[in-house]
């Protein structure tokens, strides 16, 4: 079992930056990628990012450039750094972690998601 905690969300002007942490506990963290998801109202759960257990990185289109994806296997901790934020970047954000090879965009790929947390970009 892993549990996930994020942090960090909150509400801030179009242009700006946010940081989220999840920080995980339960298993050993290196064997996971480590998935950013997020939800909008009324939409469907959608890909972000993902690092993989040997820090390969990987987007999604609108968010290559803006965002970055990082992890800290010291402290069992995958940030999410986001940038140049937009409106549309308005969800909540969830970590999930992915055991085994690979990776992937799915979200029933991930065995473990964490509560969410809110990002809010106002224009």
């Known amino acids: 079992q892993v549990q996930l905690v994020e942090s960090g969300g909150g509400l801030v002007q179009a242009g700006g930056s946010l940081r989220l942490s999840c920080a995980a506990s339960?298993?050993?963290?290196?064997?996971?990628?480590m998935g950013w998801f997020r939800q909008a109202p009324g939409k469907e759960r959608e890909f972000v990012a993902v690092?993989?257990?040997?820090?390969?990185?990987y987007y999604r289109d609108s968010v290559k450039g803006r965002f970055a994806i990082s992890r800290d296997n010291a402290v069992d901790t995958v940030y999410l750094q986001m940038s140049s934020l937009e409106p549309e970047d308005t969800a909540i954000y969830y970590c999930?972690?992915?055991?085994?090879?690979?990776?992937?965009?799915?979200?029933?790929?991930?065995?473990?998601w964490g509560q969410g947390t809110q990002v809010t970009v106002s224009s």
């Open positions: 690092i993989t257990k040997g820090r390969n990185t």
């Open positions: 999930a972690a992915q055991y085994g090879s690979g990776w992937s965009r799915a979200v029933n790929a991930y065995q473990y």
């Open positions: 339960g298993r050993t963290f290196s064997r996971y990628a």
